[in-house]
């Protein structure tokens, strides 16, 4: 296991196929998840399409609970996690992929960060629940710092049935208003209500 990428390299450079094929059904046979991206990464690497296929179906059939941080950041290549991205289907996978693509960049910030707005349209961020997009996606510093992240997650946004109301109270336009306004998040929506008893400003309420 621990020299079989060195094998995969100098089988097809020597054209020994008989011994990469040995090797590829190797490690086939021997996938678990504290392997699967690392041999993920071998078959990329080495043009393995039917290795891959077996690392991808090995990760479909695995409870995302059996996948942890440490596991996930062993992939080494963009094209590996996008094959990997590319297996979801299930809603709550793709929260728990959102927080593992994040980890991913961040374990190689410098090289990986360009990518992060291109793999969160693998996600993608617009079929995730509005209170995951405002409690964990607005709130990562990755994100809010990418203007491309940043464009994503207001289409994400428009695309919530979740509405939400803000109202404005009275201000200043020469004199003191009485006006009280609202704006209804989906779509967004002006309008006026009823005015209050007093005309105000500079004031708060709750």
């Known amino acids: 296991k621990d020299n079989a990428e060195w094998i995969c390299i100098a089988a097809r450079f020597l054209l020994e196929n008989r011994l990469l094929e040995k090797t590829v059904k190797f490690l086939e046979k021997?996938?678990?998840?504290?392997?699967v991206f690392s041999y993920?990464?071998?078959?990329?690497?080495?043009?393995?399409?039917?290795?891959?296929?077996e690392c991808q179906q090995f990760f479909i059939s695995q409870p995302i609970s059996q996948i942890t941080?440490?596991?996930f950041i062993r992939i080494l290549s963009i094209e590996?996690?996008?094959?990997?991205?590319?297996?979801l289907d299930d809603l709550s996978k793709q929260e728990d992929m959102f927080c593992y693509?994040?980890?991913?960049?961040?374990?190689?910030?410098?090289e990986r960060k360009e990518h992060l707005s291109k793999l969160l349209e693998?996600?993608?961020?617009?079929a995730l629940e509005f209170k995951f997009l405002k409690n964990v996606v607005s709130s990562e510093k990755l994100v809010s710092e990418d203007f491309e992240c940043m464009k994503l997650l207001?289409?994400?946004f428009k695309n919530t049935s979740h509405t939400e109301t803000i109202y404005v109270l009275g201000g200043k336009h020469g004199e003191e208003l009485p006006s009280v306004s609202k704006m209804s998040s989906n779509p967004i929506v002006w309008s006026e209500s009823t005015p209050m008893l007093n005309k105000l400003s500079h004031f708060g309420c709750t």
């Open 69 to 71: 941080r440490e596991h």
């Open 154 to 156: 207001v289409e994400a």
């Open 30 to 35: 021997n996938i678990d998840i504290n392997n």
């Open 122 to 126: 693998s996600i993608p961020l617009k």
């Open 101 to 110: 693509i994040v980890e991913w960049v961040k374990n190689n910030q410098e």
């Open 40 to 53: 993920m990464n071998i078959a990329i690497m080495n043009d393995l399409k039917l290795l891959e296929k």
């Open 80 to 87: 590996g996690l996008k094959s990997v991205l590319n297996l």
